[in-house]
Every structure is written in C-alpha cells, then in structure tokens.
Antibody, heavy 121, light 110 residues
C-alpha cells in the first residue's frame, strides 16, 4: 500500500525559500503511471493546488504561484520536492503531497498526512 | 484561474439525501469530464470520493454519487450518516493543464 510522507522545516523566515520533500513508500515513484502533486491549505481555509510533476520531469504549476514554484523529482530516493521562493506570511499553510494516477483522468487518490509550515521572523 | 463556486454550507438529517453543487466555467468543469470530489474531516488529509465526475474509488460507499450538467458538477449523498459530517471540496482539471479547487462546503448532519 503506497504511502506519502511530507517533511521539511516547520518555520521559514519571510523572503526565504520554503523547501519540502515528499517520500513515497510502498511503490516506485518512477513507475510512469502517476503524476505527483503538491497542495496547500491555510488554516481554516480551502485547498489550493500548487503544481504537479511527472517522472519525466514535466511540470505544471498554478499560474498564481508559477513565478515562485519549482517541483522536482529524485527517482533514486523515491521522492519529489517543492521549493517556494520569496515566502510571506500568506504562504503559511498545511502542505500536502498527493498521487494522481494517470488511469484516472483526474483524481488524487493517495495523500500524505500534511506538514504545517509557518512563515515568520 | 478562479476558484470553483460551492455553497459554504449544507445540512441534512440522518437518513436524508443532500446535494452539493460546484460551478465553474467552460474552461474547467464544463470543458471536460475531469471533476473530482474530496471529503476532509477536521485535522485530516482530504480523501478522494469521486473522480472523473461520477466514478467512485474502491472502498467509497455507493451512497456517494457524482454528476455534471454544463458548467456545474454535483455531489450527492444519500442515507446521511453522522460520519458524513465533514468539509467537501470539488476540483477540476482545466484547459491550461492545471487544477482548480472549489472553496469547500461544510456538511452538517443534524
């Protein structure tokens, strides 16, 4: 059974870069059958899609975040990562990673438990 | 891209049926049969309930069903149970190869 686990600093200073990693266990990230996504949720608010990556390295990003976001994949470690630059307090949120099977035209079927990131000096 | 529009809250009594709407545009909901619905209990990660408008993943109760007409998708829950009380989010793939979520609907089981 595939599991996803987010990891990274829980506190980031304003203007710095937020870096998170999602480790995939119980399956291979390079199987070619999935997209891998990042989603975030500010406290008490709704979900916001950040972007996705395919194992080929192909990416798609939320237009509102595109200038600050980089998603990458490390198949040797079975991980994919998120970098968000020039963060502000508005980037404080729970960050989730999720799996999107290509056989589903659209649906994210496995999610990590989420990790809270606070942007504060 | 703008968020999809969902009612902020809906409610129903145990055993009743409810429907949650999700309105987008021809560039997302109306343009593709690529709508999914997620259930989220407090402090938990979202759970996929419906994918591709009307398909249920294995293990999801058949009390949950999805449909779409034009630019509006809907999630229906029949035979409401206390455990269904949660936040529900719709989401759609878009013509720009991105994803957009709705603002979320809080379901209260009275």
């Amino acid at each position: 059974q595939v599991q996803l686990q987010e990891s990274g600093p829980g506190l980031v200073k304003p203007s710095q870069t937020l870096s998170l990693t999602c480790t995939v266990s119980g399956g291979s990230i390079s199987s070619g059958s999935y997209y891998w996504s990042w989603i975030r949720q500010p406290a008490g608010k709704g979900l916001e899609w950040i972007g996705r990556i395919y194992t080929s390295g192909s990416t798609n990003y939320n237009p509102s975040l595109k200038s600050r976001v980089t998603i990458s994949v490390d198949t040797s470690k079975n991980q994919f990562s998120l970098k968000l630059s020039s963060v502000t307090a508005a980037d404080t949120a729970v960050y989730y990673c999720a799996r999107w099977p290509k056989q589903l035209n659209y649906g994210m079927d496995v999610w990590g438990q989420g990790t809270t990131v606070t942007v504060s000096s | 891209q703008s968020a999809l529009t969902q009612p902020a809250s809906v409610s129903g009594s145990p055993g009743q049926s409810i429907t949650i709407s999700c309105t987008g545009t021809s560039s997302d909901v109306g343009g593709y049969n690529y709508v999914s619905w997620y259930q989220q209990h407090p402090g938990k990660a979202p759970k996929l309930m419906i994918y591709d408008v009307s398909n249920r993943p294995s293990g999801v109760s058949n009390r949950f069903s999805g449909s779409k007409s034009g630019n509006t998708a809907s999630l229906s829950i029949s035979g409401l149970q206390a455990e269904d009380e949660a936040d529900y989010y719709c989401s759609s793939y878009t013509s720009s190869s991105t994803v957009v979520f709705g603002g979320g609907t809080k379901l209260t089981v009275l």
